[in-house]
């Protein structure tokens, strides 16, 4: 008997820029068959700015597809071929108005691998500079330092939600 599942085939369903999704038939090692959804999207790097005084620079705004207020890393989509590092030090200053000081790989995860297939890379800045270019206006309505272990504590409470700030937060407590 297989241990692996067999795929039968992939249908394109939707594409665009940022996203694929396609339905594929698979046979599991057991004989079951079944259609599975599959999201393909590029990967997305954030950062996570913390200063000298253990303080994180986190990005409040509305997340329409929860309806919720949350706050969160700056970051976004890769584009093309541009190095990640350098995307996840772009997104910080066009959605922050601040410049990271210096760039380190924290961690790269799937966050739902079962179905969708974007990888996260999280960079680890110690200390940032704020420019002279005000922030997206679209991108956040407040933009703050938190302690860190108040940024932890707003996990627990709600205000803090998306798996790469909370992978980050729980990261950076063994890190800085």
Do not use: C
């Not at 599942?5 to 079944?34: A, C, M, Y």
């Not at 990640?84 to 030090?89: D, G, P, Q």
């Not at 980050?168 to 890190?175: D, H, I, M, W």
């Amino acid at each position: 008997m297989s241990t692996q599942w067999t795929i039968h085939g992939e249908k394109l369903v939707d594409q665009n820029r940022h996203i694929r999704l396609s339905t594929v038939d698979v046979t599991l090692p057991d004989g079951v068959s079944f259609t599975q959804y599959v999201v393909t999207m590029p990967p997305a790097a954030m950062t996570l700015v913390v200063n000298d005084q253990r303080e994180a620079l986190l990005m409040r705004r509305h997340r329409f597809i929860i309806d919720r207020w949350v706050w969160e890393l700056p970051g976004g989509y890769v584009d093309g071929a541009e190095d990640i590092e350098a995307a996840a030090a772009r997104e910080v200053e066009e959605e922050t108005g601040w410049r990271p000081r210096s760039m380190e790989h924290m961690v790269t995860f799937q966050p739902a691998i079962g179905s969708v297939d974007q990888p996260q890379i999280i960079y680890l800045a110690r200390g940032a500079d704020l420019t002279d270019t005000p922030p997206d206006v679209n991108e956040a309505q407040e933009i703050r330092w938190w302690p860190l272990e108040e940024a932890v504590e707003m996990i627990a409470r709600g205000e803090i939600v998306g798996a790469s700030t909370v992978v980050a937060l729980y990261r950076a407590l063994t890190l800085v």
